[in-house]
């Protein structure tokens, strides 16, 4: 050590005083890379004594990279900085790279390892004990040191490792919805984080902290702009921007892609027709493709949103999306380019249940798209509702990729307002079994693509982030992020182990802390769809701004816009007839699923309203009545965001006060629209039922009126100069 | 010491490390409150012998927060926490407090002092030596911590203090051009840091570190919203989150003012008119009133941009501005709230000359306000140009208390992409002599009140703050928000002295670091102005964007906002003869100003064109011709950018990483701009003057039509829709 330290003690307390100071205030910037110190001091001491050497060559971006965070999560976890060797030191040493950075390695790789995956291995080399960390990629060897990281970011022991792990999924994205005027549609965490104005001069430090942040959960692709897209993105003043952000990502793994606007060649180009059969066209895209790849000779490809709520689409020509998709994966296949095509469809004239739009538009299609097309579908069949039941394209297409599409950024969860973790719904959903391929046929063993080895795979993600201090808002939400990239690396994982990873490498390993807060974060879903839309309610939410409860809607832009079109509440009963006896919506599931949710008997309650009209006096498998049991969900939904209050507020001491602060806040905030929705909803739906609410049940504040009449202005998400009301 | 440290010593070395490690990484949150470690280990010593106690009482909240304030700095920079003691113990204890949380002193203030000065002195208090900050309030308790803690962040002593200060204006007040949409009009930093959606619930920690800010430099007010105002702002939905800003700005002194719009009467009163002389009207704001001091018992009061570029005001019925303030004021009078009546308008009709309207318009009501109107007044009569001759209406009402209104936000200088130190500019318009009441009445003796003890005072600056990470987008910004409040609380202070202190605050009290950045601070606006507007050049960028050089305008809304009609280049030469033989605006100065500024000889340099239209051949004092010296002065001002960027390049290592390579690459923009800037004028202005570049000077890298040709979209502050090009 220094020898002023010896000279000077105080210099020690000093410089321990500055530490705590530190420790203590946190806005939460560094997500979960926070790099805490190891607070249990002999832990911390075996650490120490194993990473006191490194042999650790880096020549490349990515390694350069990989060897700075490990570094820098040494330097804050341990206060350690390994000594640079040649020649291993038994026991002492950690070994990193690639067999050609290491020069050959005396150790086989599993080939399940592949591309991507990475070993990290307690083994002995030439007799010499040591902790290698390897892959056969550069960026493996980042994803390796990642994961190493994170079990002493977990506090977990690294003596006789052995840990082989790989990707699940090819395309791990996160979409971002952002729009080139930096407003986020549906983003809650102030404006995008990519400014581009400054682009391609200035590259934010932040963009190198996304990238970091990414990669250490094994996202390798990024779309940076909305699927509401604007043509200019294509224009060679922004292709140089795209450029500057690839510049940074590719140290890390990710490439990058763009949301494009099928009409760009009338728009960007002069031609008079965007229709994909044109010849112009596809060369007009042909030699788009060529000029983006001439920047960026990894880009990723582009995603389209065609022939949906008003973008143009083949459709526009009277061509497939098949035809538009099938155009634009010729112009990038010379450049190993993908195109990611979205499912979510629905017809400009209203079709008799939107629920089948899709299903009707694409089924059709399958096995017709190119092989580099991969067909974008989201969880559920309506629009990322608090619960919906898994999309029936799910299994539905046997020979065309499908790439599954969650929704991070909470538009129908509350915004950046309400502690809602989604990985419980990721896993509802992966886990369901659509029965395609018999008992057992998840949708995740769907997407892995089990069923069908030769097709591409997918997840994505539609972001959170923005450019606030703690980059999503809520300091929970980072949870989100975390988990998508989790669950996209391998969608079998289990949101607890999520959960509790995360909480430890952003907070504290505390066990008096994780112990409770994971069961918030494990609950928080249910409340939520509890006092929002329990038992399969769905699309109730305020009009346009999707902000607060509206069920009462009726005069939206058109009906499937309406709430009452998905409630369908009447003096005799609640619910959509997704039966043969109403839209038959169920006849696109396999018999299986069409049997068990056709039946109100055996339809689980959580999807009940979703497929049958019941009267209110139903009898539920509580032995309440619907009505009764509808009402229950709404108060045991807001009774639950309390109860979630009250125990954070037993947690102060144990994290920093600036992240408690926020989140006691945020939980308050919460309640208060918990119960806002949940008065709403019981008042409406009672004037319908006429049913009284169960004694003993608080009575709503106000009357109906009061609920229906309440204005909101500029409810962020919808655009930067928006003005609208609920 | 704690015993551990003895036992594992080792462990000072881990802490050191962190701190190492965390003093390393800085995205400049922190502004000039970094609080950095002493570096001094000798220096540090004496500061910590001499802080070892404190007798500190705290009960009120801008003491308990001047308390947090003075332990979160010395422990930051000395890592020591005084010990608190009722008893002195001689020349090691500081003693902090008004008399009343003494109880009593033995010292008598200088009556100066006031409610805002403070004192701070190193005494004896029964024969014991201590030191003493003290004021007669609470809040000049909290500005003497903050200077006290400068002291020691810019590394002077703190032996035989005798320091007493105090505010030379009264209103020290920040203008946010803020939506409630969250763009910022004119703002280069990101959205706006007010985050109207989760407020009042959710009170973000960045409005405790804005309210921190700005009581560290004097500031001790704040409008929170745009002056082309929305009136939704005075709704009681929007007054509660006014309201939770205010409770947060209280605490640091900080009063909260908002902007009106005029029209609100009719728009949320639902009146049939605005009319000032109305009594539905007068009632009707009388009421506001009440009910927002209802909310906020210290609010502050309106500012109001009336009349001006489209906004409502009196004249829209037939009223004068006299009579529009005044009815506010009797609104505001019982509750101490000011009328902030901005005199930046011009007329529908297009004037003469815009440069006179201010002073025609205002003039003739001088006397005619109310007590509690101030009259806001832009440091110039155009608009926040690079350079302007001080504003004719200073000095011009002796009996109307005129408030200075600066620019910090960068709407002319370059953004946030260009360092510009604004000081220099700031102290120009000051220090200027108006000569209306004889020699040596300058700018800043008017709006001190020396020439009319009656008046209230005041300067406002227009906020350059945003959502960045870094609060202003160029880390250099931050100096002008800084020194904005220096001057604010004391027109006569050095630019030189401020940027010393600044960047010893921000960065590091290293001299090698400090002088050479210093010396490019000083000279950045002179650099500015030679590439964008030299010689008295104004109003020439790009339309509604006021992004990059756009000379050739003549086609804007108005014939007053066209670059043509403010250069009046022609074959015989160019520039603005505002002399009697022109628009005759030198009228409106003083004779001695207008003698000198209209007569060519005498006229500076700096102001040629702004008074005169010369002949391209006229012989300038440098014994150049116009023509050269006007292309000399482009040139240079882009070479000493390039400069600028040379010197900052060889201090690598001397700050942290981060904000060191993102001025690098800023100051790269900041030339590539700046050369624009300079080819696409001198070009523009050769088509007129049909005389060549000196030789030796490199050509422009393109013809004049390519400058002209480009586009530039969703420029930053003009509205996060917008799509405004070039």
Redesign the interface.
């Known amino acids: ?2 020898k ?2 010896l000279k ?12 705590m ?2 420790v203590q205030a946190d ?1 939460g ?1 560094k997500l979960w890379l926070e790099y805490h ?1 190891v607070s249990n ?1 002999q832990l911390a001491g075996v650490y120490r004594q194993q990473l006191q050497y490194m042999v650790f060559p880096a020549s490349s971006n990515p390694l350069k990279a990989a060897k700075a965070e490990f570094l ?1 999560g040494l ?2 976890m ?4 390994p000594t640079e060797v040649t020649n291993i030191v038994s026991g002492q040493t950690i070994v990193v790279g690639t067999p050609k950075s290491l020069n050959a390695l005396p150790i086989s790789f599993p080939d399940s390892i592949g591309n991507e995956g990475y070993l990290i291995k307690t083994i002995f080399i030439n007799k010499k004990q040591c902790t290698l960390i390897t892959a056969n990629t550069d960026v493996g060897v980042l994803y390796g040191v990642f994961n190493f990281l994170k079990l002493i970011q977990t506090n977990q022991t690294i003596s006789k490792l052995s840990v082989a792990d790989h990707p699940r999924l090819m395309y791990r994205v996160l979409d971002h919805w952002d729009n ?4 986020v549609e549906r983003g809650y965490a ?2 995008s984080i990519w400014n ?3 682009l391609p ?6 963009y190198i902290d996304y990238a970091r942040a990414n990669a250490s959960v094994g996202i390798n692709g990024a779309v940076v702009n909305n699927v509401n897209a604007d043509a ?1 993105v294509l224009s060679p ?1 922004y292709l140089l921007k795209v450029q500057a952000l690839a510049n940074v990502f590719r140290t890390y793994g990710i490439r990058i892609y763009l949301s494009i606007k099928f009409s760009s060649p009338v728009e960007l180009g002069g031609l008079k027709t965007a229709d994909p059969l044109e010849p112009e066209v596809k060369k007009w895209w042909a030699g788009k493709a060529d000029e983006i790849y001439n920047y960026i000779p990894d880009f990723g490809g582009f995603l389209v949103k065609a022939n949906s709520e008003g973008q143009p689409g083949p459709q526009s020509y009277g061509r497939t999306h098949a035809d538009g998709a099938n155009m634009l994966a010729d112009a990038l296949a010379p450049h190993h380019g993908i195109v990611m095509w979205r499912a979510f469809v629905y017809d400009n004239k209203v079709p008799d249940d939107r629920f089948k739009q899709a299903y009707n538009e694409f089924k059709p299609f399958d096995g017709k798209f190119k092989d580099n097309v991969i067909v974008q579908v989201k969880n559920g069949p309506i629009d990322f509702q608090p619960r919906e039941p898994f999309h029936p394209l799910f299994g539905a297409m046997p020979n065309t990729p499908l790439m599954m599409e969650f929704q991070l950024t909470q538009e129908y969860l509350g ?1 950046s ?1 309400h502690l809602v973790y989604e990985a419980p719904l990721f896993a509802e959903c992966l886990q369901a079994d659509s029965y395609r391929y018999g008992k057992g046929s998840t949708v995740s063993r769907v997407i892995k693509g089990d069923f069908n080895k030769k097709l591409i795979t997918g997840m994505a993600g539609v972001a959170n982030i923005g ?3 703690n980059w999503c808002g809520h300091p929970f939400a980072q949870a989100n992020w975390y988990a998508f990239g989790r669950m996209a690396w391998n969608p079998d994982q289990s949101p607890a182990e999520i959960a509790a990873d995360w909480l430890g490498m952003t907070f504290t390993n505390d066990e008096s802390f994780v112990s409770p807060v994971k069961k918030i974060m494990l609950q928080s879903r249910e409340n939520t769809v509890n006092y929002m839309t329990p038992l399969g309610l769905h699309h109730i939410m305020g009009v346009s701004t999707h902000y607060g409860p509206g069920p009462w809607v009726d005069n939206a832009g058109r009906p499937d816009w309406n709430a009452t079109y998905y409630h369908r509440a009447d003096s005799a009963g609640i619910g959509f007839d997704r039966t043969a006896a109403g839209s038959n919506a169920l006849s696109q599931y396999a018999p299986e699923v069409k049997a068990d949710w056709g039946n109100m008997k055996s339809c689980p309650d959580e999807y009940l309203l979703w497929f049958h009209h019941l009267s209110w006096g139903y009898k539920m498998r509580s032995g309440r009545t619907l009505w009764d049991e509808l009402v229950w969900r709404y108060y045991t939904g807001a009774e639950s965001v309390k109860q979630m209050g009250l125990t954070w507020n037993k947690l102060q001491g144990k994290i920093d006060p ?1 992240r408690f ?2 989140v006691k ?2 939980m ?2 919460q309640f ?1 629209e918990a119960v806002t929705w949940r008065d709403a909803c019981v008042l409406y739906f009672q004037s319908f039922s006429r049913m009284p609410i169960a004694a003993g049940s608080p009575k709503p504040e106000h009357l109906l009126d009061y609920y229906k009449k309440l ?1 909101f ?4 998400g919808i ?5 609208m009301t609920n």
Chains 1, 2 share one sequence.
């Open positions: 050590m220094p002023y330290l000077y003690p105080c210099l020690c307390l000093m410089a321990l005083f500055m530490v100071n530190k806005n910037y110190k001091r820098m330097d804050g341990l206060s350690v900085k080139l005027n930096r407003t102030g404006s581009w104005h400054k001069d200035i590259v934010d430090q932040r200019l003043q915004f307002t450019a606030d201090l600036e602060a926020e806040q945020l308050q905030l208060k204005k202005y500029y409810v962020p655009g930067g100069n928006n003005y």
